[in-house]
């Protein structure tokens, strides 16, 4: 890079009125100067009209000699250890919400006279499983109607859709209803709703060699493998296509004061099958960063529609 040509009292009137606009902060009289959460979400916003420097382009088989999982879920786990490696930050991966994804078949397993099992099997292959106890005896017979039932009802929509769907029929009069249909709907009624997203923290132990600069180490470290608060704030976000920056106090989060977040969705087709990204400092190098968020969501989007 070359020099700046201008005065040294020229330098320090510029840090001082970017320091009186809010944009720097002086910590200590001692210390030098820094950006606030203003700063550099200012920074941010210059990078993403102006574009980021650009990344590698990146493939998965430069990784590692081993391929990555056929298994959506898996394979979005896997992505998330190389972001963090590459990034040398924690990453995040938030699987699909059960409740969005669609139905492609459903299969029944008795669990005695009066259990079923109900396998939702999603488009992706993924299943959603839900038990359900009846007062009364199933009679052996009525499992295939049932299943067919609920596969009808279901194919091609969401859990989600389902459950609303069901909830219409079930206000309709039961009596008009064969048995193994009421009780089809039973089944249906309740799944996926104890279901969450799945939240993978690869890298998460970096945050000790910050601690110098992170007084509150050890409640982030608390914080990300209870999952709740920082499954919310990426909720936020879900449907992001492009790189989403998430700097500091706009998290909502007091132990991300001197954090934030990059993230960006990944899909199969239309639908989103997940989010990644990372969670780092403050000041981390959003030039580089960026753009890596940005590549690996491509990437797995890529490869979930090669495998489907």
């Not at 359900?132 to 049932?146: C, G, N, S």
Request: glycine share 10%; net charge negative; hydrophobic share 40%.
């Amino acid at each position: 890079n070359e020099a700046i040509n201008v005065s040294s009292a020229t330098v320090r009137n510029v840090m001082s009125a970017l320091e009186e606009s809010g944009f720097l902060v002086q910590p200590h009289t001692s210390a030098g100067r820094v950006p606030t959460a203003q700063g550099m979400r200012s920074y941010v916003d210059l990078l993403s009209r102006h574009g980021a420097a650009g990344a590698p382009g990146l493939e998965f088989g430069e990784f590692g000699d081993e391929p990555p999982p056929i298994d959506p879920r898996a394979q979005a786990r896997w992505a998330g250890s190389v972001l963090s490696d590459l990034s040398d930050l924690a990453s995040l991966v938030l699987g699909p919400d059960p409740s969005a994804a669609r139905i492609r078949d459903v299969r029944l397993v008795s669990l005695g006279p009066r259990k079923v099992l109900a396998i939702f099997v999603e488009n992706d292959g993924s299943t959603v499983e839900q038990v359900t106890a009846f007062e009364q005896p199933i009679d052996p017979a009525d499992l295939v109607p049932m299943q067919n039932y609920l596969a009808e009802l279901g194919r091609g929509r969401t859990l989600a859709q389902l459950r609303e769907r069901v909830r219409g029929e079930l206000t309709e009069t039961r009596g008009s209803y064969h048995r193994f249909m009421t009780q089809a709907l039973a089944v249906a009624h309740g799944v996926g709703q104890d279901h969450r997203s799945d939240l993978h923290v690869e890298g998460a132990f970096k945050f000790v060699d910050l601690g110098a600069e992170l007084d509150r180490v050890g409640e982030i470290l608390r914080a990300l493998e209870e999952k709740e608060r920082v499954i919310a704030i990426l909720d936020e976000v879900c449907e992001a296509r492009q790189p989403v920056v998430i700097i500091g106090p706009e998290t909502g989060w007091d132990l991300a004061d001197e954090l934030a977040f990059v993230l960006c969705g990944f899909y199969r087709g239309s639908d989103r099958a997940g989010l990644v990204g990372v969670l780092g400092p403050m000041r981390m190098n959003y030039a580089r960063v960026i753009p890596l968020v940005d590549q690996v969501a491509r990437v797995l989007s890529t490869d979930l529609d090669s495998n489907a």
